[in-house]
């Protein structure tokens, strides 16, 4: 069975930094892109980031552009997002989440992981 694992989550202090890990798992996992979203409570959940597994194409939300950053490490079937100068409302779940299409479209991603929690505190 194919799965998605996210960790890294936790408490930081506005300014700080944290690093997610998404790691796919199952002998059969085949995804073209590999989006990462957020959804604060009593909000929708968001586009972040993705990252295509070929050429390692990127694109951000305005929101988090020239703070976060997603790469890949294909050989680890694993992708991470580097969130510096954290702010209160970066605060949220954050998923992990892939897309056989390499021009993915949020409703195009079929697979999820459980989602690890980020707060950031003022």
């Known amino acids: 069975q194919v799965q998605l694992v996210e960790s890294g989550g936790g408490l930081v202090q506005a300014g700080g930094s944290l690093r997610l890990s998404c790691a796919a798992s199952g002998r059969t996992f085949s995804s073209s892109a590999m989006g990462w979203f957020r959804q604060a409570p009593g909000k929708e959940r968001d586009f972040v980031a993705n990252?295509?597994?070929?050429?390692?194409?990127?694109s951000y939300a305005d929101s988090v552009k020239g703070r976060f950053t997603i790469s890949r490490d294909a050989a680890k079937n694993t992708v991470y997002l580097q969130m510096n100068s954290l702010k209160p409302e970066d605060t949220a779940v954050y998923y992990c989440a892939a897309s056989p299409y390499s021009n993915p479209t949020p409703e195009s991603y079929d697979l999820w992981g459980q989602g690890t929690q980020v707060t950031v505190s003022s």
């Open positions: 990252i295509r597994w070929i050429g390692a194409r990127t």
